[in-house]
């Protein structure tokens, strides 16, 4: 039955280019939210594990459609990290305004369980702020983590912690992370903390709330214990192309080791970021690099859940950008030929993989923000208000 499904989600996708202009998107007329139809469990696949995840591990490949998966695949030679996974679905992007969505109403929908307007992080379409998973996990005692590889105020992670209406606010989301208990957060954006308009430095602020504030991959790395601000980057951490490495691998890695020490659990959200800056660049090398590099944090986290047996690891991508097409290459050599049609992002319908105790719960076709939903059930996380 798995196979019957890989296939029939690559007959779907395979070729499709939904082309959009970035400034006139389509309209949604009718935008279906928190329905218990769409919320049913679909059982199409057994898991090796029974019962509820300790820890749950969201992983976001930002842009990342099926195309980009298959171009991973041929640039590895014909085997990918997310193959392990044991559940394959699909899920609709749309936003509350918008049939074309953006990462920041995109990752809003997998935080808070709503669908909201372009632009806005945690909040709902009306601009309420609503309570994220992760902070709902910090409620409930566990663990919370996020690693990007852009800025830690961008729209991904800025949208698990933050409640602001537009994006661009990076010094506000800045401010955000000091009004919650995160227990680490890796990624760039370290002059939205230091070198503000307001003339704060957060630094200094997250040092006294016990925070050991690292700088560079390296010292970050080294972090064992504690509470963790891990900055790589002022801004944003240089494309693989630019010498960036395996940096994403290590801060994943460092984030669970130091998240797994609470024995209540944890949740932690990483990012594969820059696929789909490759997209709007319309670069396909630049599209297959990073790629490569998310599949490989995908193999260490899966290994470090296939040891605890306690870890639900969810993939998936906010939207697809670029309407990217592969047409041609080499399993071999590992070569890639791509085109694009279009700069933006498209409203295509992206995977979700799963594995773990209840990743069987992630089969099936619905929207993106019943992500939110059902990771809540599987961690058992009791609601809270703001």
């Known amino acids: 039955m798995r196979k019957i499904i890989q ?9 499709s280019a939904w082309q959009c202009q970035p400034n006139a998107p389509g309209k949604v007329t009718k935008i279906i939210e928190e329905s218990s139809a769409q919320d049913s469990d679909h059982h199409t696949q057994t898991s090796q594990y029974t019962g509820h995840p300790v820890n749950v591990i969201l992983m ?55 669908k909201t307007f372009n632009g ?23 663990a919370t983590g996020l690693v990007s590889m852009c800025s830690i105020t961008h729209a991904t992670p800025a949208s698990f912690i933050a409640h602001q209406p537009s994006r661009t606010m990076d010094e506000d989301i800045a ?28 630094l200094d602020d997250l040092k006294n709330n016990g925070y050991s504030v690292k700088t560079g ?75 490569v590099d998310f599949d490989d944090a995908i193999g260490k986290v899966l290994d470090f859940a296939e040891k605890d047996k306690n870890t639900l ?19 071999d050599s590992g070569t890639v030929t791509g085109s694009f049609s279009t700069g933006y992002h498209t409203p295509v319908m992206v995977p979700v993989f799963a594995y773990g105790p209840g990743a069987e719960k992630f089969t099936g076709i619905y929207h993106n923000n019943i992500i939110f939903n059902k990771m809540k059930a599987a961690m058992k996380l009791d609601q809270v208000t703001l």
């Open 7 to 15: 296939l029939l989600i690559i007959a779907m996708f395979m070729g």
């Open 217 to 291: 991959i390296r010292s970050i790395a080294k972090t064992k214990s504690g509470k963790l601000a891990g900055f790589l980057a002022d801004m944003h951490p240089p494309k693989i192309s630019e010498g960036r490495k395996q940096m994403l691998t290590l801060a994943s890695i460092t984030a669970i080791g130091l998240l797994s020490q609470n024995k209540n659990g944890f949740f932690l959200m990483i990012e594969g970021s820059q696929i789909d800056w490759a997209g709007h660049a319309n670069d396909s090398e630049y599209l297959v690099q990073e790629m």
């Open 120 to 142: 806005s992080i945690g909040m709902d379409k009306d601009s309420v702020p609503v309570p994220t998973i992760l902070e709902l996990a910090e409620a409930n005692n566990r």
């Open 313 to 331: 690891v969810i993939i998936t991508a906010d939207h697809e950008t670029g309407g990217y097409s592969v047409t041609g290459g080499d399993l």
């Open 60 to 114: 976001v490949g930002d842009g990342m459609g099926l195309s980009q998966i298959s171009a991973g695949w041929i640039a590895k030679n014909g085997t990918l990290q997310l193959e392990r996974c044991q559940a394959i679905g699909l899920s609709k992007t749309t936003s509350s305004d918008n049939l074309i969505t953006d990462s920041a109403a995109g990752a809003t929908a997998f935080s808070t369980g709503k």
């Open 175 to 202: 401010n955000d992370f000091l009004n919650t208990d995160i227990d680490v957060f890796i990624g760039g954006g370290k002059t939205f903390f230091e070198n503000r308009t307001d003339g704060r430095n957060l």
